[in-house]
């Protein structure tokens, strides 16, 4: 996923909202005087991603979440093919250089995301020098520059990478990519290939969303099973974990789990945030380019502009401890739960589907503060908690 700015309009009216309300405009608590989410769950890797105001050090509150709360971290865009390498054979690497740095100083398991996708990958990539498209022996020689010179910079120092991001459609078949056109089918065993050759001992994930819908989760274990008869390394399966208020269940979301178990590799919740908007798209998609036009109001499809309702909070509150739960359950599988993002004004669901909405999709609030669904989540890693979580609790007693 791409990650956006937070919402405009939100910018403007809800501190305004929260000046309105005795105390609410007090400076958070400190960081360090709640519990930590990493030590709730040591047998999960806690994850969060990072931008660039949280690399560079800018964004203070969210440094002290990181370091505080997660043991592992993803980066938001740094990374990705139009960041690393933006022209042919200039590859820019100060910002990863210091978002590795970073990790590496507070003692994280670092993740590199994302080495072949269809989408933030520049259009010279995939055609030749008069805009006419690459050879496939050409697009093959620039994927394996590209994975080489990325991944072997940080040879045992990022641990595991998203090699292939979204490489399937909705029905299970592959998405009819550049990579897929010009390549072909293999094109994903190449690049976990390629990935492989540069850094043996990295973890390899193959990454995607909506893997809980049954047509698309049949066509992700099709994928796996053959790159495992061919004899390529895939260390995990990333769910992106793009939820909403009502799917998936947490039935689905075990069966998920499951079906990647019985192949014999490992999961990851790699992109983890929960929409709380008023659909706006059909379906259960996180597909990027499914984007409509500024919001800018306080309506229908965008009614939280001043901040969720208490009933709105302990239903996110209670839908976060569920999912945990299962994870906690299935911490022999589930190996790292990573949130796309630190707080909710960093959130790409901000600006998706539609431009300048204000959503609340994680476990801290717009000023950093810990919301019921953060409380709610260190409940679930006692056994039961999450089942029986109600969620009352917003900050502690």
């Known amino acids: 996923m791409k990650m956006q700015t937070r919402g405009a309009l939100a910018a403007v009216l809800l501190p305004a909202a929260l000046a309105a309300q005795p105390g609410r405009m007090e400076p958070p608590a400190p960081v360090s005087s709640f519990p930590s989410l990493k030590a709730a769950y ?23 979440i990181i370091r505080h709360h997660f043991s592992a971290i993803s980066p938001e865009n740094l990374l990705k093919w139009e960041s690393a390498q933006p022209q042919p054979g200039r590859f820019a690497f100060e910002a990863a250089d210091r978002y590795v740095e970073l990790g590496e100083r507070n003692g994280q398991f670092i993740v590199g995301h ?13 055609q030749n020098a008069d805009g006419s498209p690459a050879s496939r022996d050409t697009l093959l020689a620039r994927m394996r520059n590209h994975i080489h010179t990325v991944v072997g910079r940080y040879r045992g120092r990022i641990g595991g990478w998203d090699v292939v991001n979204e490489a399937l459609d909705e029905d299970g078949t592959l998405r009819r990519s550049p990579w897929l056109n010009i390549i072909g089918p293999d094109f994903i065993a190449q690049a976990f290939r390629f990935a492989n050759e540069a850094d043996p001992q990295a973890e390899l994930y193959y990454n995607d969303y909506s893997l809980e819908n049954p047509a698309k989760r049949a066509g992700a274990v099709r ?27 947490i039935a689905a979301e075990d069966s998920t789990i499951t079906a990647f178990a019985d192949l014999g590799v490992k999961v990851a919740i790699t992109e983890l945030d929960i929409d709380v908007l008023p659909r706006v798209v059909p379906g259960n998609t996180a597909e990027i380019s499914a984007r409509g036009e ?11 502009v001043l901040g969720m309702p208490d009933s709105v909070q302990q ?10 739960d299962l994870y906690r359950r299935r911490s022999d599988v589930v190996k790292r739960v990573t949130f796309w993002g630190v707080s909710d004004d960093d959130s790409w669901l901000n600006d998706w589907p539609l431009r300048g909405r ?12 810990p919301k019921a669904a953060f409380f709610a989540v260190l409940r679930a890693a006692s056994p039961g ?12 007693e």
Request: charge should be neutral.
């Open 42 to 64: 040591p047998g999960l890797r806690m994850g969060t991603t990072l931008n660039l105001d949280e690399v560079y050090g800018r964004d203070l509150r969210g440094g002290e």
């Open 114 to 126: 994302a080495l072949v996708w269809h989408s933030q990958t520049p259009a010279w990539v995939f």
């Open 223 to 249: 994928l796996i099973r053959d790159l495992q008869r061919q004899g390529v390394r895939v260390t995990a399966v990333g769910l992106q974990g793009h939820h909403k208020m009502d799917w998936p269940t």
């Open 294 to 304: 500024a919001a800018g109001c306080n309506c229908e499809s965008n009614p939280y």
């Open 315 to 324: 239903a996110l509150a209670q839908r976060y401890a569920q999912f945990f």
């Open 358 to 369: 204000t959503n609340h999709p994680l476990l801290f609030g717009w000023r950093g503060e």
């Open 385 to 396: 908690g999450g089942q029986a979580a109600t969620a009352t609790q917003s900050e502690p």
